[in-house]
């Protein structure tokens, strides 16, 4: 799912190359991805798109006549910039948005369609879009550890709640937990307030590298390449790998279509967390640590 280094970037090149031109055509291949029917969607032909900003992990943006765009891209959701009128495949194109100068083209690759778009009248339709989430690079050190610890849930469920904190997914929360040298598993309500203050600073850290990155990698053209698994992670969609700060081979939780991957001793003080699936199985076999796993 594209995140907030990916949604930011995806806003700054929308804003760059598409703000200001008039929408003179859409094609829509996938009518259910269209949530809403009061505006119609086409009747935003012809009206110029204004501005694109971000709420969470949703895109926003502003047409003429006080009427927005509210697209959710979920997990496999991507947009892609092309030539006008550029040639439509079905297979995993939802559709385009036709623009004076090109046209903006979404794609889902995946067999299940999560990608939403809902068109809203006035900036105040806007809040019910809101997930309340906390803008970690806003946010003070109190702030931020009166949030993490309003629930009792582990660190990585926290940081991924959009109700909690704003922007964060499965991604960069491995990479924030693994630079705080915090386990995933950790419950919000246990965490020291010098502890609370370094994940804090991660989050910041994490999020800005990230995003600066995917602005140099980018430059002048239009994000091609959003991936949940980059080159240069620490320990997202790393397992088996070698920790870069310790060498130790990264682990995984999985459960259902998700992940979690950290460093035992980087995180965990060796000990290996047991996998839904794989600890159940072997049960008294688990290893403990990652010292009996490695004998």
Not at 135 to 152: L, P
Not at 269 to 278: H, S, T, V
Not at 279 to 292: F, G, H, M, N, V
Request: with cysteine; charged share 30%; net charge positive.
């Amino acid at each position: 799912m594209p995140e907030l280094p990916d949604v930011v970037v995806y806003v700054e090149r929308l804003n760059a190359l598409v703000a200001g031109q008039t929408l003179t055509g859409i094609r829509m291949h996938s009518p259910s991805l269209v949530k809403t029917y009061d505006p119609p969607l086409r009747s935003l032909i012809g009206r110029k798109a204004l501005a694109f900003t971000r709420s969470g992990k949703r895109i926003i943006w502003e047409m003429e006549g006080d009427d927005f765009v509210v697209l959710h891209l979920m997990i496999a959701g991507r947009l892609r910039w092309r030539e006008k009128l550029t040639k439509l495949t079905r297979k995993r194109t939802h559709g385009a948005f036709d623009f004076e100068r090109g046209s903006l083209v979404l794609t889902e690759a995946s067999n299940q369609k999560r990608a939403a778009l809902h068109v809203v009248h006035g900036a105040d339709a806007l809040v019910n879009f809101d997930r309340g989430g906390l803008d970690v690079f806003a946010a003070s050190d109190a702030e931020f550890a009166e949030r993490m610890r309003s629930g009792r849930h582990t660190l990585k469920r926290s940081l991924t709640d959009p109700r909690m904190f704003d922007g964060i997914g499965g991604a960069y929360s491995d990479e924030i937990l693994h630079r705080a040298r915090v386990s995933p598993v950790q419950l919000s309500t246990n965490l020291s307030d010098d502890a609370m203050t370094t994940l804090h600073a991660a989050c910041r850290d994490v999020l800005t590298e990230w995003t600066e990155r995917t602005r140099e990698e980018v430059g002048d053209g239009f994000p091609e390449k959003v991936t949940a698994f980059r080159p240069g992670m620490a320990v997202h969609g790393r397992f088996g790998k070698p920790c870069p700060d310790c060498g130790t081979a990264v682990r995984r939780i999985a459960y259902a279509t998700r992940e979690t991957n950290y460093c035992a001793r980087c995180q965990t003080d060796g000990r290996l967390l047991r996998d839904r699936a794989l600890s159940q199985l072997l049960k008294a076999d688990w290893p403990r640590t990652i010292d009996e796993l490695e004998a």
